[in-house]
């Protein structure tokens, strides 16, 4: 019988911390019920103390999720931890997750402190943790880079202590594959007690090796994984979900097992992808739009006589519909639904008919629209109520022509008008609003990005503005790039008046 493989998501937590990536409490709900449907078996749901409304979107997920244990993210801290317990107290099944830095580096630099230091406060927030809950994952950051024999030590001393998981980070994404699960097998061999906890794997991707080092600690005896949808992360990323649960499946002599239902994989993908606006990339494994795609003639010759020629998975088990319904113009309210429900998008009639208006304008302007335009529209109905709205938008340039651009807004339920001149038409429209609203905002950030194909493909515009000191991003999609550019602009003006949680 197969052993079975912890499936650690962090998505919420770790996957969050991607500037601009932010959700609310709602969104964060509708994620983790998401998970919990995929069948992970614990949600890292934030990190308690480092925010109000991270406290309280830990209590909310506490409550709304019922088979996942709920795990929350403490420093080895006292007062993070006792705030962790605080925010974990409805769950069905609390886990505290504490820990301290473990490689020299840390040690010396960040805590200006010594190795036995280190361990006896690493023991004492175990301990201390223990008295709050059953379940505590230590996490020996930055293990990737610490002395084996030191780090045995502390994982003898935190599982004595009580830890019922303990987490071994290649924090920086430094380690080889085969350097890091000799790290764990040197664990699993030089432990007295390890068999009283479980070890996990948490893999960054700095150097594009996170999924082969998580692979490599889980054959050498790791039985946990940390994990996000789309591999989304700090830096570079984590581990992707979609890779471990996927590698684990096609490789039937690995005798290894999730218990994550496949089928759930591309939805929730898409979902993450449009909450978060952070579009995944076309070749990205597994869920990228170009996984099952094949051009050269070769390849789909050999596909189309057998498509295990070419494909190793089959597009279905990942939830990917090889015969997908084709939108258009002249499609109705029920296959509009029938495609977003597919994608782990859920509307009520009311949403439904707002979105649906947004998409015939669009479909009239597009032969045929994608996965990701429909999200595009979910996401403009999602913010729609907002202090400032475009109301128009006019955009002239051409060869020889000074470039000019009038826009029309309301703000605060006020018309106001205004036209500029630019070194182009997103200069000259950026402008044009800048003479209603001030410019006190500095734009650090424009990134245009396509997210379908062709000429009347839809493009996103990611953008990051600093406002007294406090940065805002703001994302706009539409087939009209100038149009993205002030959507995105516009959407980081109205982060700014609200300060709300998306600022950071």
Same mark, same amino acid.
């Given at each position: 019988?197969?052993?079975k493989?912890y ?7 770790d996957?969050?911390?991607?500037p ?5 409490? =709602? ?10 449907a ?9 990190f308690?103390?480092?925010?109000p ?7 909310e997920?506490s409550?709304a ?5 709920v795990?929350?993210?403490?420093r ?5 931890i006792?705030?962790a ?8 099944? /609390? ?12 040690? @010396?630099?960040k805590?200006?402190s010594?190795?036995?230091?280190i361990?006896?406060r ?10 709050f809950?059953d ?11 610490t ?9 003898e ?5 009580g830890?019922t ?5 290649d924090t ?17 061999d ?11 794997t %948490?893999? %960054?991707?700095?150097l594009?090796?996170?999924t ?5 600690g ?5 039985r946990?994984?940390?994990?996000? &949808?789309?591999?989304?992360?700090? @830096? ?15 490789h039937k002599?690995?005798?290894l097992? *999730?218990?994550?239902?496949? @089928?759930?994989?591309?939805p929730?993908?898409?979902? =993450?992808?449009?909450l &978060?606006?952070m ?10 739009r170009?996984a099952?795609?094949?051009?050269s ?9 057998n498509a ?8 279905q ?10 939108l ?5 309210h029920a ?7 597919s ?17 015939l304008k669009l ?7 994608t996965?990701?335009?429909i999200? &595009?529209? =979910? ?12 109301e128009?938008?006019q ?8 470039? *000019?651009?009038s ?10 008008e ?12 950026v ?6 609203? /001030?410019?006190?905002t500095n734009?650090?950030?424009f990134?245009?990005?396509g =997210? ?10 990611h &953008? ?8 805002y991003y /703001?994302f ?17 003006l ?11």
């Amino acid at each position: 019988m197969s052993e079975k493989v912890y499936i650690f998501d962090t998505t919420l937590r770790d996957g969050e911390q991607v500037p601009g990536c932010q959700l609310n409490t =709602v969104e964060k709900i509708h994620v983790a019920k998401s998970l919990e449907a995929l069948g992970v078996d614990v949600i890292e749901a934030g990190f308690p103390i480092s925010s109000p409304g991270d406290f309280q979107s830990v209590v909310e997920i506490s409550k709304a999720v019922t088979e996942p244990v709920v795990c929350a993210l403490s420093r080895a801290v006292e007062k993070d931890i006792e705030t962790a317990a605080q925010a974990l107290r409805h769950a069905k099944r /609390g886990r505290i997750h504490t820990g301290i830095g473990t490689s020299d580096s840390h040690i @010396r630099f960040k805590f200006n402190s010594n190795r036995e230091e280190i361990l006896e406060r690493a023991v004492k927030a175990v301990k201390f943790a223990r008295r709050f809950t059953d379940d505590v994952e230590f996490y020996a950051e930055d293990a990737g880079r610490t002395d084996n024999g030191y780090l045995a030590r502390v994982v003898e001393a935190v599982i004595k202590a009580g830890a019922t998981v303990v987490n071994i980070p290649d924090t920086t994404g430094y380690c080889l594959p085969a350097e890091y699960g000799a790290k764990i097998r040197f664990l699993m061999d030089n432990v007295d007690c390890i068999d009283r906890a479980v070890i996990s794997t %948490h893999c %960054h991707n700095d150097l594009g090796m996170a999924t082969a080092n998580t692979m490599a600690g889980l054959l050498n005896g790791a039985r946990q994984c940390e994990v996000t &949808m789309n591999g989304i992360g700090e @830096r570079a990323g984590n581990t992707a979900l979609e890779e471990i649960v996927m590698i684990l499946r096609s490789h039937k002599d690995i005798d290894l097992e *999730t218990g994550i239902d496949s @089928r759930r994989i591309y939805p929730i993908s898409r979902m =993450v992808s449009n909450l &978060m606006n952070m579009p995944v990339q076309a070749n990205k494994a597994i869920v990228g739009r170009n996984a099952f795609a094949h051009s050269s003639g070769i390849h789909q010759d050999g596909v189309l006589k057998n498509a295990s020629t070419y494909e190793i998975i089959d597009p279905q088990d990942v939830g990917v519909d090889s015969n997908s319904i084709v939108l258009t113009a002249r499609s109705g309210h029920a296959a509009l639904k029938f495609r977003l429900e597919s994608l782990g998008v859920h509307l009520d009639k009311e949403q439904l008919d707002t979105v649906y208006a947004a998409f015939l304008k669009l479909a009239d302007s597009k032969k045929e629209l994608t996965d990701d335009d429909i999200l &595009m529209l =979910v996401g403009q109905q999602r913010s729609g109520n907002r202090r400032i709205k475009v109301e128009w938008l006019q955009a002239t340039s051409g060869v020889g022509i000074k470039p *000019t651009a009038s826009i029309g807004l309301e703000v605060d339920g006020r018309k106001v008008e205004a036209a500029a001149t630019g070194n182009g038409p997103v200069d000259a429209s950026v402008n044009a609003l800048r003479k209603i609203v /001030g410019e006190d905002t500095n734009i650090n950030e424009f990134t245009i990005q396509g =997210v379908s194909r062709g000429t009347d493909d839809c493009c996103k515009v990611h &953008m990051q503005v600093e406002n007294q000191g406090r940065f805002y991003y /703001g994302f706009g999609t539409s087939t009209d790039i100038v149009t993205a550019s002030i959507d995105a602009y516009v959407d980081c003006l109205n982060k700014c008046s609200e300060k709300d949680e998306h600022s950071v």
